[in-house]
């Protein structure tokens, strides 16, 4: 009677032992995450809205990192050395059209397009580069802030050169053109007119 008793207290016990192992078995194995609701950085004009990319990294790390080194997303990134790859050294740093010299210069950490023409007004512009267009497969082109409107500079990248080049459909004398939303669509998230005529620009490389 005794064996039988202390058998049914030894299977209770495995039991409750097994119960509480399967409640705390259930409860840390299941990951949960509190939600946050994400930043909007830019709205749509049908009304939606764009979140930055690094949003979609915890549930989607493994195509986030992937997209990071697609030519779609360096379609555009902000002027920072590991982004430009035209050449800022001396001998190869200038370019000599007909009606205007460019010469390309790095001055603490930031890079700069000078431009003097050769008749006219032959005033000496130093532009400074912001954004790079182009991820470099096959060239890149740079613009300028200059106050609220973005200018595409004269000289660009022509890899399979390695050279500078007259930015396509530039003249060869001195010229800035200005860029708007229609300009920028094929080079970055998303870009649109504001009503004072400033420029807002969502870049996948500004993410």
């Not at 990192?65 to 200038?94: D, R, V």
Request: aromatic share 12%; charged share 20%; glycine share 4%.
């Amino acid at each position: 009677m005794k064996n039988k008793v202390n058998l049914k207290y030894i299977i209770f016990l495995i039991i409750s032992l097994l119960m509480i192992y399967g409640i705390w078995y259930f409860n840390n194995s299941i990951q949960t995450s509190k939600y946050i609701e994400p930043e909007i950085v830019a709205t749509h004009y049908n009304g939606a809205n764009f979140v930055a990319s690094e949003t979609c990294l915890e549930c989607h790390a493994d195509i986030y990192n992937s997209h990071l080194k697609t030519a779609h997303f360096n379609t555009s990134s902000t002027a920072e050395k590991e982004h430009i790859k035209a050449s800022f050294n001396a001998g190869s740093n200038e370019l000599n059209l007909k009606g205007v010299k460019l010469k390309m210069l790095e001055e603490n950490d930031e890079y700069f397009q000078v431009s003097q023409p050769k008749f006219g007004d032959v005033s000496i512009t130093k532009s400074k580069i912001d954004i790079v267009v182009g991820s470099g497969v096959k060239g890149q082109s740079y613009l300028s802030w200059q106050d609220e409107h973005l200018i595409k500079l004269q000289a660009s990248y022509f890899q399979p050169t390695g050279s500078w080049v007259n930015s396509p459909n530039f003249p060869d004398y001195s010229l800035n053109r200005k860029v708007d939303d229609n300009c920028l669509k094929c080079h970055v998230t998303f870009a649109k007119m504001k009503a004072n005529q400033e420029l807002e620009i969502l870049m996948t490389a500004l993410r």
